[in-house]
């Protein structure tokens, strides 16, 4: 798992270490020493998040991937939006959309639990991951997030949901490491492919703002 990512108070980060814990405990691959430590560290971050202010600064790629969404449509209320994934990212990602305005989420994730838990909170509509293809084209915008190892959505994909959509411009937004989107959607015409890196001028824009808050969790 890669957690490099620039910034600080990244509650992604956090959600990725959690989903690979699960998966490890789930394998019995995770007990003793290292499961202690596992949740002393998710007792310290509970603590960084709730006694601090850090967690609330705008230093988030699901913000970032918000504030993208937002320069491109005047209006996101107008915007239909498929969430692909339902960890702790995209939850943050679809509570940055409802207080935007927007009211047409989709969410899509292997699991329909974890989805149909979102869509009570948020008024989403759930698919699964097999039945993206066929729902693509409605959405105006995507975001995904999923700890898949291979890209979840392919350029062909992409290109029949285009053509059903008539053409009209898709933005997509790709905030998995590794990619959830293949790299070569972004050639495609009125497809506009936006990865982590991508992202990174808007994280940054925020990120000095955070600077003097760095120290106060290192001593929790």
């Excluded at 691959?29 to 499961?35: A, Y």
């Excluded at 702790?88 to 679809?94: A, G, H």
């Excluded at 898949?148 to 059903?164: F, N, R, T, Y």
């Excluded at 009125?190 to 808050?213: F, M, Q, W």
Aim: charged residues 25%; proline residues 3%.
């Amino acid at each position: 798992m890669w957690i490099g990512f620039t910034g600080t108070g990244r509650a992604q980060i956090l959600g990725q270490v959690k989903q690979s814990y699960s998966d490890a405990r789930e394998r019995h691959i995770v007990h003793g020493m290292l499961e202690k430590l596992f949740h002393k560290t998710f007792t310290v971050a509970k603590r960084v998040r709730t006694e601090t202010d850090i967690g609330g600064n705008a230093v988030s790629v699901a913000f970032a991937a918000c504030t993208l969404a937002k320069q491109i449509f005047e209006s996101l209320s107008e915007a239909t939006v498929l969430l692909v994934g339902a960890g702790e990212t995209i939850e943050l990602v679809s509570r940055h959309l409802v207080e935007q305005g927007c009211n047409r989420l989709i969410v899509a994730n292997r699991t329909k639990e974890r989805a149909e838990n979102l869509a009570r909170e948020f008024g989403a509509e759930v698919i699964s991951l097999p039945e993206i293809p066929e729902h693509l084209h409605r959405a105006d915008i995507v975001i995904s997030s999923t700890a898949s190892p291979l890209p979840i959505i392919g350029k062909g994909m992409v290109e029949k949901a285009i053509k059903a959509r008539r053409y009209q411009p898709m933005l997509l937004v790709d905030i998995a490491v590794p990619r959830d989107i293949e790299q070569e959607v972004g050639e495609i015409r009125d497809a506009y492919l936006y990865s982590v890196d991508d992202l990174h001028s808007i994280v940054e824009k925020t990120e000095s703002n955070g600077k003097s808050r760095r120290f106060r969790p290192k001593r929790l």
